[in-house]
Nanobody, 126 residues
Framework: QVQLVESGGGLVQAGGSLRLSCAASGRTLSNYDMAWLRQAPGKEREFVAASSWSGSITYYADSVKGRFTISRDNAKNTMYLQMNSLKPEDTAVYYC???????????????????WGQGTQVTVSS
């Protein structure tokens, strides 16, 4: 069993930055590939970024590529999402999740994720 807790969300103006954290407990984070996803009101869940267990391989949704950076510190059992140049369309609840494998470019599949955090709200004002 893995417990994931996201933090770092908040209200920011367009063009600003936020850094989300995902703290894990129960099991060592290095056992898992990990991902960030988001869900805006009235919209379906959307993949944002993924990191291999070591952090050496990452993958991003086109919508955030070049603006967001996923990273992890396995010694601290924590994953991060640095979000720069934020846009109003980035407004969503952001979730971290363990991945059930490495899925290349196919991260929208329903069986890609195991454990989920409770989410943290990110609101970007225009």
């Amino acid at each position: 069993q893995v417990q994931l807790v996201e933090s770092g969300g908040g209200l920011v103006q367009a063009g600003g930055s936020l850094r989300l954290s995902c703290a894990a407990s129960g099991r060592t984070l290095s056992n898992y590939d990990m991902a960030w996803l988001r869900q805006a009101p009235g919209k379906e869940r959307e993949f944002v970024a993924a990191s291999s267990w070591s952090g050496s391989i990452t993958y991003y949704a086109d919508s955030v590529k070049g603006r967001f950076t996923i990273s992890r510190d396995n010694a601290k059992n924590t994953m991060y999402l640095q979000m720069n140049s934020l846009k109003p369309e980035d407004t969503a609840v952001y979730y971290c999740a363990t991945a059930t494998g490495w899925y290349g470019s196919n991260w929208e599949r329903n069986d890609a994720y195991g454990y989920w955090g409770q989410g943290t709200q990110v609101t970007v004002s225009s």
